[in-house]
């Protein structure tokens, strides 16, 4: 068939690095589907790059028609299916949140402008690079001609550590484990909630408050666990997380492009819009959802007790503060 076209920036960074093996080899469009790639990178990182190209070229990959790298954007953007927006400007030692946010919109300004101008309007946009919520509602705004609904951020790494925590506590395997939420925010403000999330003990399906039975603990050192795992691996690697973060990536990308699994949903960044949690609107918020022919929707009707309320409301808080600050931003910019 026709191959591909799949968009990664930040191409020469350590998470890429773990992503594009994975993308190559089959495991996120399937094993017949061929692909071209087209890596993006800053100017500086152009020789770096041409060493991730001959790695990929020895990999020796069916699937692999074409390896583009670029620091071009019109280039990179040009009739894409799919764009992995990985690159970002990194938080460094003392810079504010507001500085990282400044840096980013500019990225993520003309990379959405690039998105309109060069891409397919089919085209499905991932947002990796953090700030990413933020980021990602950035893209959209600047990419008017594209629906919003093609726009989606990764929380599905949250997702995972969620799932692999509750695994862990029961002895269970991960894919055990179905149904968690990550609400909100990319940040440590997520509400990580297994109230609605299932587990298969013994060949039985059962919630997980109830089969942790330990309410104290969920609601304590286990949302504390995923909401500052990054940083708890940044402290062990002296690196962020980049193995995990691709795999999730290729967990997210290949459920938008075949669908969620029957009786299961998944975390992603979304347009709240026309969401039934109360959620404000115009906010790109991590929200349960189930996919079918390449078309997420909310979960809906899920009923949501005070004390996740309490933790919704403030992710979205945050969100709010940070959206705001970024159209300012966006305006000067």
């Given at each position: 068939?026709?191959?591909?076209?799949?968009?990664?920036?930040?191409?020469?960074?350590?998470?890429?690095?773990?992503?594009?093996?994975?993308?190559?080899?089959?495991?996120?469009?399937?094993?017949?589907?061929?692909?071209?790639?087209?890596?993006?990178?800053?100017?500086?990182?152009?020789?770096?790059?041409?060493?991730?190209?001959?790695?990929?070229?020895?990999?020796?990959?069916?699937?692999?028609?074409?390896?583009?790298?670029?620091?071009?954007?019109?280039?990179?953007?040009?009739?894409?299916?799919?764009?992995?927006?990985?690159?970002?400007?990194?938080?460094?030692?003392?810079?504010?949140?507001?500085?990282?946010?400044?840096?980013?919109?500019?990225?993520?300004?003309?990379?959405?402008?690039?998105?309109?101008?060069?891409?397919?309007?089919?085209?499905?946009?991932?947002v990796v690079g953090n700030p990413a919520n933020t980021n990602c509602l950035i893209a959209s705004k600047s990419a008017p001609?594209?629906?919003?609904?093609?726009?989606?951020?990764?929380?599905?790494?949250?997702?995972?550590?969620?799932?692999?925590?509750?695994?862990?506590?029961?002895?269970?395997?991960?894919?055990?484990?179905?149904?968690?939420?990550?609400?909100?925010?990319?940040?440590?403000?997520?509400?990580?909630?297994?109230?609605?999330?299932?587990?298969?003990?013994?060949?039985?399906?059962?919630?997980?408050?109830?089969?942790?039975?330990?309410?104290?603990?969920?609601?304590?050192?286990?949302?504390?666990?995923?909401?500052?795992?990054?940083?708890?691996?940044?402290?062990?690697?002296?690196?962020?997380?980049?193995?995990?973060?691709?795999?999730?990536?290729?967990?997210?990308?290949?459920?938008?492009?075949?669908?969620?699994?029957?009786?299961?949903?998944?975390?992603?960044?979304?347009?709240?819009?026309?969401?039934?949690?109360?959620?404000?609107?115009?906010?790109?918020?991590?929200?349960?959802?189930?996919?079918?022919?390449?078309?997420?929707?909310?979960?809906?009707?899920?009923?949501?007790?005070?004390?996740?309320?309490?933790?919704?409301?403030?992710?979205?808080?945050?969100?709010?503060?940070?959206?705001?600050?970024?159209?300012?931003?966006?305006?000067?910019?």
């Amino acid at each position: 068939g026709e191959p591909v076209r799949v968009l990664v920036t930040g191409a020469a960074g350590q998470i890429a690095y773990s992503l594009l093996y994975s993308i190559a080899k089959g495991d996120v469009f399937g094993k017949d589907q061929p692909l071209v790639l087209v890596l993006l990178d800053i100017t500086p990182m152009m020789t770096v790059l041409e060493g991730v190209v001959m790695e990929l070229q020895d990999c020796a990959l069916p699937l692999l028609r074409e390896v583009i790298p670029t620091d071009k954007e019109e280039v990179a953007f040009k009739d894409l299916d799919v764009a992995i927006l990985v690159g970002s400007m990194p938080r460094r030692e003392g810079m504010e949140r507001k500085d990282l946010l400044k840096a980013n919109v500019k990225i993520f300004k003309s990379q959405g402008a690039a998105l309109d101008k060069y891409a397919k309007k089919t085209v499905k946009v991932v947002v990796v690079g953090n700030p990413a919520n933020t980021n990602c509602l950035i893209a959209s705004k600047s990419a008017p001609s594209i629906p919003k609904e093609n726009f989606s951020c990764l929380t599905r790494l949250d997702h995972n550590r969620a799932k692999s925590q509750i695994a862990l506590k029961l002895g269970v395997t991960a894919n055990d484990v179905k149904n968690v939420i990550i609400w909100g925010n990319h940040s440590s403000t997520q509400y990580p909630d297994v109230n609605h999330a299932k587990v298969n003990v013994k060949g039985k399906e059962v919630g997980v408050y109830e089969a942790i039975k330990d309410d104290s603990w969920l609601k304590g050192d286990f949302i504390l666990t995923v909401q500052q795992r990054g940083a708890a691996v940044i402290k062990a690697r002296k690196l962020s997380s980049a193995m995990s973060a691709a795999k999730a990536i290729c967990d997210h990308v290949r459920d938008i492009w075949f669908g969620t699994p029957a009786g299961e949903f998944v975390s992603m960044g979304v347009i709240s819009d026309g969401n039934s949690y109360g959620v404000p609107e115009d906010l790109l918020y991590s929200f349960p959802v189930v996919i079918k022919d390449k078309t997420w929707k909310f979960v809906e009707g899920l009923p949501i007790n005070d004390f996740s309320r309490e933790k919704m409301d403030l992710t979205a808080k945050e969100l709010a503060e940070e959206k705001e600050t970024a159209v300012e931003f966006l305006s000067s910019a």
